[in-house]
Nanobody, 114 residues
Framework: VQLVESGGGLVQPGGSLRLSCVAS????????MRWFRQAPGKERELVAS????????NYADSMKGRFTISRDNAKNTVYLQMNSLKYEDTAVYYC????????WGQGTQVTVSS
């Protein structure tokens, strides 16, 4: 199982970023996918999840209405569109497959700062 996240960067409050995660080593279209994040000094937390077909999505309360998770099974890729970013969204963002909960990529750093 390999997960490669990208798309992070430095953005001002209120800005947007789109994260991508390319997966390999398993049948991507068969499993749900999730985005997590970990801020300095804090535990990793679940951001959003999406079912194998993409028809069901769920979000942590603080992300509802601002973040959108989606996937392209033809490209083995899951996305996280982040809008109206806040200082507290600063973290390393990771994708994860629900079937392989202990497999993690290197993550992508998102920094929200003016």
């Amino acid at each position: 199982v390999q997960l490669v996240e990208s798309g992070g960067g430095l953005v001002q409050p209120g800005g947007s970023l789109r994260l991508s995660c390319v997966a390999s080593g398993f049948t991507f279209s068969s499993y749900s996918m999730r985005w997590f994040r970990q801020a300095p000094g804090k535990e990793r937390e679940l951001v959003a999840s999406i079912s194998s077909s993409g028809g069901i999505t769920n979000y942590a309360d603080s992300m509802k209405g601002r973040f959108t998770i989606s996937r392209d099974n033809a490209k083995n890729t899951v996305y996280l569109q982040m809008n109206s970013l806040k200082y507290e969204d600063t973290a390393v963002y990771y994708c994860n497959c629900g079937r392989f909960p202990h497999a993690w990529g290197q993550g992508t750093q998102v920094t929200v700062s003016s």
